[in-house]
């Protein structure tokens, strides 16, 4: 039974898709339903994979279609992927508290929506390469279709930039595949990690051109310095109810598909025995954390300055990766979650506070504290939380990739880790400082920006701001602070398998 | 411990600056009790202690050596020490303000500092503390002193600077700071001798002189009439211990240069302070001749300068503190009225026109030795010994004409009364030393440095005969002239071209300090507002520099970016551009497409192309 729930997982997000749709002929507003019940399910499903996969300490292999592996696709469920199964169907289940009443409405945003889903745990689950560039692409379609659901033409500028780019980025992911397959004739992750050594040896310059083919790709796909420049649009003009999604997820999943292929295809020996390949992972990491908190402080739009913190926090992530120890990586996969948690929460926030109050930029946020006192609260704690302040699981994160970096002996790279959260500070303070010192313009002309279009169109109205926007906002400050607490779980639960890629 | 072990174990600054705070605090009469004590305690230091080096400290890599006591600085010191607690004396009856007293003490406390230095780097230190303390003196007594105050902070900041100038420069061409053997020759002795010069009021740099010392409290004035100016004749010694020809002639300038403009004034004070320059004019001719009788004579006009100039301070502060009348033509007759502070008038001025039986005639007569060639002199001293002889005639004029129209001239317009006690104590205390000094010489040259081997004959029939002839030409001239100078308004000095020179100067290189800053920053504020605004609008900005390229260049562009070039200037990240119709406001330019995607592109082709070469060929 458990080796199905995999497949289910998958299965069932993308299959229920097309209800939205078609009960949708019949009922007008049945898409929220669909998806909550879906999410729902998926969740429940995930935490049972989660639970099997932990207290048995085996994976979870799924072959499709029973044909074994050299021929057949396999799911595989491990330590590494079952907290992103989990994350990835907890975020969608919590932003639909969101969605019912922030939006974007209409079934087809819900079809998409589970599409998405879909795409997103097949990319976790997937155990095959040239499998998870399909789920790859499916995630990307989706999410275009997302951010084209904001109603202005920049949503669908953005949309298409991010198609384009997108597009551009999963298919030198796709050549990447091609030359490993050329090299070594198969597409399965396990068989790859020992048939490269064995078949082409890892200086084969058909496999540093498939490495630099997919770490290229991905950095796309994740966003860094310099090749971020979809992202910031996307996530600006995304619906306020999709972002928190795109945001908490797209990218996260990417960076663990990164860290998938770099350990379990790559292999670290690989990392070891080609010269440069680490440094390129940590340069690249680097760059993108100082250049993306240089950019966010420059930014006057609240989801914009996030977004631009979005490149400098996975910056820190890719950073981690280069650094080839446990506790780095450990960091790094936290850091991953912790991120999820942390930037869809200031996204929930930011869009709730747009739909009670249509504050959208960083001026406009002064004296919020006296508007929204629980939604100014939770972005504080976010923000905080964000900048690696205890207890929080930012500072889990940022504490293990310093200590990481130190242990590395990358001095460099330790002073970048520790003046990123400096960075942070310096675009949250800015918040913090608005919405508690700055005291709120005399109601009297409308504030400067409130007719902005920002894609969205969500005019401040009465009643605009439900419960649960509100709950599902606290809800993850609540979580980024409690996870603060869990630096010895975290340990426990993906320590054993940090171990085994490190040390084979 | 000895008592001059428990004498030699400070710098003599500390006690005095010690004394100063208490006096800040404490009441008027006590605080004055202090200020006494602190001046004999700067005459017994410089009785008692015998000559030697004490108390040397590192300080910055530096040898410094903060007390040193040879005959120079005793002989300052005993005149600085004894003058300094007379006028503490008169100073407590001329109700000078308690804060006043605590400034000054602590203005004489860095000069203690100055004259006991063993170094460049100490004496420049409290050469600096003097030209603080002494702006503060001045600015205590508020209105016209405050502005004049600052005149005299520039000029004195000045020299300070050039002097610290020279003793750098010097200690890069010796790489020593020690006094002996004075400033190196060369771009240090001029540094070093035009930042004294301000200090010793050399012609030119002089103006500071005048316009400061007529403006303070009366008591005020004779501190300051006393401290900077002589300590400051000290150091061009330390300075230039062999003196030099420009020097001296500098000196017999300054003697008729000062001479002449105090005949011309009318205002007591600024009279005594030309004089201050002229009397100077001496002692740095002395200095500038540089033999033993010239260095000598220099000293010992010095230290005897101390005493006459501060006397003639005290008196005619009387008569200002008495009618409230500055202007001397407005006075007379005050000898009845006054008969006590005519007395003391009267020593002071034969002193310094160096009268037979008063200590000027034995000093000034030094002097005039030193540069007469039929005696110690040279013959290239011949025209500064004339100089000498006409600053000394410009000298008895003078104060035969300060004299005549304060005590003798007609009858009192006013009913006044005479000095008070403590004034009466402090002008004849100081009066009967000049009269002891003339009339005991031979006690008073054995303290003076290069005594020793010197063969004096100062009351020998030809000084005699020189000096009552002086007397003779000068009161007959002052018949003579005595009229058409009365009618003779105000001159002007260097002063009137100087202070607005060094005004406009200020102004001008300040507007063009503060300008080029301004225009510097408001560079780099407009170059990082335009880097910011190009990290904000990138699109923007590929669109402004395509468009200014030419069209060869790029072609046909107007179709390309959307067939408008308004709509390319637009903002796409907001959608708030003010000058765009609503119904274009989502109507995407191309350009903006071509550069965001286009740019990626690239980007992304280059990345991977880097990545590619690092791990392939690398």
């Known amino acids: 039974m458990i080796e199905n729930?995999?497949?289910?997982?998958?299965?069932?997000?993308?299959?229920?898709?097309?209800?939205?749709?078609?009960?949708?002929?019949?009922?007008?507003?049945?898409?929220?339903?669909?998806?909550?019940?879906?999410?729902?399910?998926?969740?429940?499903?995930?935490l049972w994979l989660a639970l099997v996969i932990f207290t048995t300490g085996e994976a979870v292999i799924h072959q499709l279609g029973g044909f074994p592996r050299p021929i057949g696709i396999e799911l595989v469920a491990d330590r590494l992927s079952a907290p992103f199964v989990v994350l990835a169907t907890g975020i969608s289940m919590g932003v639909l508290a969101y969605t019912r009443r922030g939006g974007p409405r209409g079934n087809s945003f819900y079809s998409a929506y589970l599409l998405l889903l879909g795409g997103l745990l097949g990319l976790s689950l997937t155990g095959d390469v040239f499998n998870m560039f399909v789920f790859l692409e499916i995630t990307g379609l989706t999410t275009y279709a997302l951010i084209a659901k904001g109603k202005s033409g920049e949503s669908a500028i953005a949309a298409l930039k991010y198609l384009i780019i997108g597009t551009v980025g999963a298919s030198m992911y796709l050549i990447g595949v091609g030359f490993l397959f050329v090299a070594t004739g198969t597409l399965n992750m396990i068989d790859l990690a020992t048939a490269i050594p064995q078949q082409a040896g890892y200086g084969n310059p058909l496999i540093l051109t498939a490495f630099a083919f997919v770490f290229v790709g991905f950095a796309i796909k994740i966003a860094l310095f310099p090749l971020?420049?979809?992202?910031?649009?996307?996530?600006?003009?995304?619906?306020?109810?999709?972002?928190?999604?795109i945001a908490a997820l797209v990218s996260t999943v990417s960076a663990y598909a990164l860290f998938r292929l770099v350990y379990t295809v790559f292999t670290v020996e690989f990392l070891v025995s080609i010269p440069h390949a680490?440094?390129?992972?940590?340069?690249?990491?680097?760059?993108?954390?100082?250049?993306?908190?240089?950019?966010?402080?420059?930014?006057?739009?609240?989801?914009?300055?996030?977004?631009?913190?979005?490149?400098?926090?996975?910056?820190?992530?890719?950073?981690?990766?280069?650094?080839?120890?446990?506790?780095?990586?450990?960091?790094?996969?936290?850091?991953?979650?912790?991120?999820?948690?942390?930037?869809?929460?200031?996204?929930?926030?930011?869009?709730?506070?747009?739909?009670?109050?249509?504050?959208?930029?960083?001026?406009?946020?002064?004296?919020?504290?006296?508007?929204?006192?629980?939604?100014?609260?939770?972005?504080?704690?976010?923000?905080?939380?964000?900048?690696?302040?205890?207890?929080?699981?930012?500072?889990?994160?940022?504490?293990?990739?310093?200590?990481?970096a130190i242990e590395a002996g990358i001095w460099p790279v330790a002073v970048v880790v520790l003046l990123s959260t400096?960075?942070?500070?310096?675009?949250?303070?800015?918040?913090?400082?608005?919405?508690?010192?700055?005291?709120?313009?005399?109601?009297?002309?409308?504030?400067?920006?409130?007719?902005?279009?920002?894609?969205?169109?969500?005019?401040?109205?009465?009643?605009?701001?439900?419960?649960?926007?509100?709950?599902?906002?606290?809800?993850?400050?609540?979580?980024?602070v409690a996870l603060g607490f869990s630096g010895g779980a975290f340990d426990s639960l993906l320590g054993p398998f940090i171990e085994v890629i490190l040390n084979g | 411990m000895s008592p001059v072990d428990l004498l030699t174990s400070v710098p003599p600054a500390v006690p005095i600056v010690l004394a100063a705070l208490v006096v800040?605090?404490?009441?008027?009469?006590?605080?004055?009790?202090?200020?006494?004590?602190?001046?004999?305690?700067?005459?017994?230091?410089?009785?008692?202690?015998?000559?030697?080096?004490?108390?040397?400290?590192?300080?910055?890599?530096?040898d410094a050596q903060l007390f040193v006591a040879d005959d120079f600085s005793r002989l300052l010191g005993l005149g600085f020490g004894f003058l300094g607690t007379a006028a503490v004396a008169y100073?407590?009856?001329?109700?000078?303000?308690?804060?006043?007293?605590?400034?000054?003490?602590?203005?004489?406390?860095?000069?203690?500092?100055?004259?006991?230095?063993?170094?460049?780097?100490?004496?420049?230190?409290?050469?600096?503390?003097?030209?603080?303390?002494?702006?503060?003196?001045?600015?205590?007594?508020?209105?016209?002193?405050?502005?004049?105050?600052?005149?005299?902070?520039?000029?004195?900041?000045?020299?300070?600077?050039?002097?610290?100038?020279?003793?750098?420069?010097?200690?890069?061409?010796?790489?020593s700071l020690a006094l002996e053997g004075g400033i190196a020759p060369g771009a240090p002795a001029l540094l070093a001798v035009l930042g004294i010069g301000v200090n010793c009021a050399f012609i030119g740099l002089h103006t500071w002189l005048p316009d400061t010392y007529k403006r303070p409290h009366i008591a005020a004035s004779v501190f300051l009439s006393v401290f900077t100016t002589k300590s400051s004749a000290y150091v061009l010694y330390q300075a230039f211990p062999d003196g030099h020809l420009y020097i001296a002639y500098m000196g017999g300038l300054m003697a008729v240069y000062g001479a002449t403009f105090a005949l011309l004034q009318h205002d007591m004070r600024a009279l005594l302070s030309y004089h201050i320059q002229a009397q100077l004019g001496y002692i740095v001719a002395g200095i500038g001749i540089g033999s033993a009788i010239g260095i000598t004579g220099a000293m010992a006009h010095l230290f005897n300068n101390i005493l006459f100039k501060a006397l003639l301070f005290m008196a005619v502060g009387v008569i200002i503190y008495r009618t409230g009348e500055e202007d001397l033509y407005e006075l007379g007759g005050l000898w009845r009225e006054m008969p006590l502070t005519a007395l003391g008038y009267l020593f002071g001025a034969l002193s310094i026109t160096a009268i037979p039986g008063f200590n000027g005639f034995i000093s000034k007569g030094m002097i005039l030795d030193a540069a007469d060639p039929h005696y110690y002199g040279a013959p290239e001293y011949e025209a500064l010994y004339w100089l000498l002889m006409a600053g000394a005639v410009g000298t008895l004029l003078s104060f035969v004409k300060l004299g005549y129209y304060a005590f003798l001239h007609g009858p009192a317009t006013t009913d006044v009364r005479d000095a008070k006690p403590g004034q009466t104590a402090g002008m004849l205390s100081v009066g009967l030393v000049c009269l002891g000094v003339g009339v005991f010489w031979p006690a008073f040259v054995d303290i003076l440095p290069f005594s020793s081997g010197l063969d004096l004959h100062p009351y020998s029939p030809g000084h005699l005969t020189d000096s009552a002839l002086l007397v003779a030409v000068s009161l007959i001239g002052f018949a003579i002239i005595r009229k058409p100078l009365s009618a003779l308004g105000h001159v002007p000095d260097v002063d009137r071209i100087l202070n607005p020179l060094v005004f406009y100067t200020g102004r001008v290189s300040m507007l063009a300090i503060t300008g080029t800053f301004a225009a510097v920053d408001r560079g780099g504020v407009a170059f990082v507002r335009a880097c910011y605004w190009v990290g904000n609008n990138p699109v923007l900005a590929v669109g402004r520099v395509t468009r200014r390229l030419p069209a060869w260049l790029v072609g046909e562009h107007s179709p390309a970016d959307g067939g408008s070039r308004a709509s390319s200037d637009r903002r796409f990240d907001g959608g708030e551009s003010p000058r765009e119709p609503t119904q274009t406001a989502s109507e995407p330019s191309r350009l903006y497409l071509r550069t965001t995607i286009g740019g990626t592109i690239m980007l992304i082709v280059l990345a991977l192309t880097v990545v590619l070469f690092v791990l392939v060929f690398l």
């Open chain 1, 5 to 46: 729930v995999p497949a289910l997982l998958i299965v069932l997000p993308i299959l229920v898709a097309t209800l939205p749709l078609l009960v949708g002929l019949r009922y007008e507003r049945v898409g929220w339903t669909v998806a909550a019940l879906t999410t729902t399910a998926a969740f429940a499903m995930a």
């Open chain 1, 228 to 245: 971020h420049t979809w992202q910031p649009d996307a996530y600006q003009r995304a619906p306020d109810g999709a972002t928190p999604l």
């Open chain 1, 278 to 404: 680490s440094e390129i992972v940590v340069t690249v990491g680097s760059i993108s954390v100082l250049a993306g908190s240089a950019l966010a402080v420059m930014q006057r739009r609240v989801k914009r300055m996030l977004a631009y913190s979005s490149v400098s926090q996975f910056g820190l992530v890719v950073l981690a990766y280069g650094l080839m120890n446990d506790t780095a990586l450990l960091g790094a996969l936290v850091h991953l979650i912790g991120h999820a948690i942390m930037k869809g929460g200031l996204f929930l926030a930011v869009g709730t506070i747009a739909a009670g109050t249509g504050a959208r930029t960083v001026k406009e946020y002064a004296g919020l504290a006296k508007r929204m006192p629980f939604m100014a609260g939770s972005l504080a704690v976010l923000g905080l939380a964000l900048v690696g302040v205890p207890p929080s699981i930012g500072f889990l994160g940022k504490w293990f990739i310093a200590v990481g």
């Open chain 1, 422 to 480: 400096m960075l942070t500070l310096g675009y949250i303070a800015r918040l913090l400082e608005r919405m508690y010192f700055t005291p709120a313009p005399t109601r009297g002309g409308a504030p400067e920006g409130s007719l902005a279009t920002d894609g969205s169109g969500n005019d401040p109205t009465p009643g605009a701001v439900s419960a649960g926007m509100l709950g599902v906002t606290v809800l993850a400050a609540l979580l980024a």
């Open chain 2, 24 to 62: 800040a605090v404490v009441p008027r009469t006590a605080g004055y009790a202090v200020g006494a004590l602190a001046t004999i305690y700067l005459f017994a230091v410089s009785l008692l202690t015998p000559p030697g080096e004490y108390l040397s400290v590192l300080f910055l890599g530096f």
């Open chain 2, 91 to 175: 100073a407590a009856s001329s109700g000078l303000p308690r804060t006043t007293l605590a400034f000054v003490l602590s203005y004489i406390a860095s000069v203690a500092g100055v004259i006991f230095a063993g170094d460049w780097l100490t004496l420049l230190f409290f050469w600096e503390l003097m030209a603080v303390t002494s702006t503060v003196v001045v600015w205590a007594y508020g209105g016209d002193a405050v502005r004049a105050g600052f005149r005299y902070a520039i000029a004195h900041g000045t020299g300070g600077v050039l002097l610290i100038w020279a003793v750098a420069w010097h200690y890069v061409e010796t790489g």
